[in-house]
């Protein structure tokens, strides 16, 4: 049995080195009929195989963390446009010196908003010390998107204390790619964000959600109405930054419509204190 799995690895091998070599030799990867269909981009690419990519970026994901024993993590969400702040400072200084108040203004903008960077950065290491001296099936990982700002900051909280973390990167027009925190073995890359999401979603023990735009929106309102429906298990979701949430969204509002119910507003949790942050979690789970 042990000779037919090593034999049929390396015919697997073989074909996909025939593949590269080709391509990196400069030739164009036309449709040929011939080529296996594992290794046939034309193939996998079509409309009619989105399927198997769906397949695909659910099990490579998913395969790999089992691999490393990531079973449990902590999904941080928040804005990619957030600086860390020593760049904020330097905008600032920069901006100082050229005299242009409006440049003036945007950097002291991001000054302010570098606060939550730091924030996240400390989160992030608050949760991985704790689980650094955890057993294995008993620490939680924790888990981006993988790109700048906010994700960035709580890679690097949990990098600076040596703690493995996850990246979930996904394409998009304008190339993003993963932040330099990420754990290397625990950096992926989607296409479709139905899949992104649904990976988010399949090891989250608790969301803490930092001031975002539209994306941070879209995660933050999906996993909610799954727990207020029931289609996800009760967590801990944490809103950082009370000033910016009760300013963007009126829940009172919501509830003085019956377009919510009372009960709705306990499934949340507001916050400015990363340890405050970190202990709704850990009396959650009486860590």
Known sequence: MDANTQLQDSRLAHAWSELHNYAVSGNPLHADSYRLAFADPEFLLRRETRGIRFQLELLKPDLGQTAQ???????VYGSARFLAPEDAQRLLEDARASGDEQRIALAERAVRNATYYDAARRFAA??????????LPERMYICTGGG?????AANRGAHEVGAPNVGL???LPHEQSGNRYITPSLSYKFHYFAMRKMHFMMRAKALVVFPGGFGTMDELFEVLTLVQTTKAKPVPIVLFGSAFWRALINFDVMLEHGTISPADLELFHITDDPAEAWDIIRTFYGL
């Open 69 to 75: 024993g990531v079973e449990n993590t902590i999904v």
């Open 126 to 135: 608050l949760v991985a010390t704790f689980s650094e001296a955890r057993p």
């Open 148 to 152: 700048p700002g906010i994700m960035e």
């Open 169 to 171: 990167n996904i394409t």
